[in-house]
């Protein structure tokens, strides 16, 4: 017997998530950063936040509960007080321990598709049955199969992302209200993309009984600092914390993310400038008769073209890496998927595009 004969047998037939590097130069438009470094503006607030990061104790183990940024948190995105908040090491760890706390033998995560691959992989790897609904051909929310599905299978637990990752479509409010009230298990409100969308269900984070927000900071700037949260009502959140690795962030994503919160405006105004470019790109796109692009609530556009793969090799060769989503879901036959980047990035991406199929 090897060694390797006692690992998993599902764990061995997985692939690794792959995470593209990118070479010297390249416009990196398939992962949703953001183009701007928060702090690369005024040199006093790089200043001051390199001072920040020198006085940070990374001798000691952090304490989140007692970093203050749970607070920050709350006064920044006006999180209600009748909800308890669960900070991550990114809400991908959180989509983990909450995927662990539901897991128990036989039961189920509902989530749709084509939808956040994270949420299948997880319901596999702590071993819930998974149960994928598919989206309208316009990836609108097939509501009625979403409840026929709840009905049958009773989930334990049910994802939605909203805005939706990797399509960008809106779902309306009163579906995903639907949903929440139709499961008795928890729904997890994954609100990734929240900041650049016109809706949230933060509002009715703790008053709702199976309702979990969740939010993170990766999408808004820092991608690279490794911090989401989520907020649900005390009951469900409590249980969490039971779990949740004591030490999971790090005190110089603490200290990051506070000082953030408390500089908040240049965070709204990186916002206000990529919801800006959405508009221009998807009505320049939309100008364009073969291609269709999906209207997006998030910082990505979706596009169906003539040709994903021709496209995707195009823009490589030109030093600029997207995101190629035909072959992962039938309903994303011919898509890509473009990340908002600054107006130089995006012109770059729109002047290929044009020239393909213009
Ligand atoms: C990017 C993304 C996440 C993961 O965010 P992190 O906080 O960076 O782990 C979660 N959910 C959706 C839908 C996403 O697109």
Redesign the pocket.
Known sequence: MSTLDFIRDDVKAMTAYHVADRPEGFIKLD??ESPYHPFAGPPELLNEWTALLAQADVHLYPNPAASGLQEALREAFAIPEAASVAL?N????L?QFITLLLAKPGATMLAVEP??V?YKQNAALFGMNYVGVPLNNDFTLDLAAVLAAIEAHNPALTFI?YP??PTGVHFTREEVEAVIRAAKGIVVV?E??GAFSGDSFLPQAGSMDNLVV?R????IGF?GI???YAAGSANIMNELAKILPPYNMNQLSLATAKFAMQHFEIINDNVLKLKAERERMFAELSAIGRLKAFPSEANFITVRVPDAVGLFNTLKQNNILIKKLHGNHPLLDQCVRLTIGSPEQNDAVLNIIRKLYA
């Open positions: 992962a949703m991550g990114g809400s991908d760890e989509i939808g956040f994270m992302a939706n990752n994954d990734a993309y969740m993170t900071v990766s999408k991608a490794r911090i989401g």
